[in-house]
């Protein structure tokens, strides 16, 4: 298993400019999020999904879009972005949180916003 | 709201020393708590899964303790080592939403 992959490990994005931040994971979970870490602040939740088809907002979800075609793919999309963006995203999986389940880890997403 | 909060927020101690880090949470209607570790630069790592009904867990040097009903976790570390150097983040689960500290940032000294 490769377990949860993201890409781009690096980005440079200049403002105003789209992209979409990809996370897939091959262990069949159905619970995928997308957290942000910046310095101080800890990691924050942006949107979360329970399954395919349904998605919801976390802590921090203005400037992104997400959605859950399928099981194992789980996109996270700034439409706009803007220099307050500029962090390390993580996105993670796990079996549903109510069956008390290890959530596991990408690797991250080093975006800058210039 | 879960609001989570560990102590301290930074902690240096020499080689060879036992350690206690501390996580409180607001919301105790939990179904597990999860405590990871951060090196610089890097990604999460899973250290220990507590499940609502359990009290402790523990992983060779690790041991972990739950007490849901005060909204407490503490992750002890015996017998530190400089590898032990990292940010350790802990992450109470509710609710689908699973909300992380802000981390113990612990440097062993050699």
């Known amino acids: 298993n490769a377990g949860v992959t993201q890409t781009p490990k690096f980005q440079v994005l200049k403002t105003g400019q789209s992209m979409t931040l990809q996370c897939a994971q091959d262990m069949n979970h159905e619970y995928m999020s997308w957290y942000r870490q910046d310095p101080g602040m800890g990691l924050r939740l942006i949107h979360y999904s329970v399954g395919a088809g349904i998605t919801d907002q976390g802590e921090v979800p203005n400037g992104y879009n997400v959605s859950r075609s399928t099981t194992e793919d789980f996109p996270l999309r700034l439409l706009s972005a803007a220099p307050s963006q500029t962090s390390v995203y993580f996105c993670?999986?796990?079996?549903?949180?109510?069956?008390?389940?290890?959530?596991?880890f990408g690797p991250g997403t080093r975006l800058t916003v210039t | 709201k879960q609001e989570v909060t560990q102590i301290p927020a930074a902690l240096s101690v020499p080689e060879g020393e036992n350690l206690v880090l501390n996580c409180s949470f607001t919301d105790s209607a939990i179904y597990n708590l999860q405590w990871f570790r951060q090196d610089p630069g890097k990604g999460l790592t899973s250290l220990l899964l507590i499940q609502s009904s359990q009290r402790e867990q523990t992983s060779g040097r690790l041991n972990a303790s739950l007490d849901k009903s005060s909204g407490r976790s503490t992750l002890y570390i015996a017998a530190s080592q400089p590898g032990d150097s990292a940010t350790y983040l802990c992450a109470p689960n509710r609710d689908d939403k699973i909300i992380f500290g802000k981390g113990t940032r612990l440097h062993i000294l050699p």
């Open positions: 993670a999986s796990s079996r549903k949180p109510g069956q008390g389940s290890e959530q596991y």
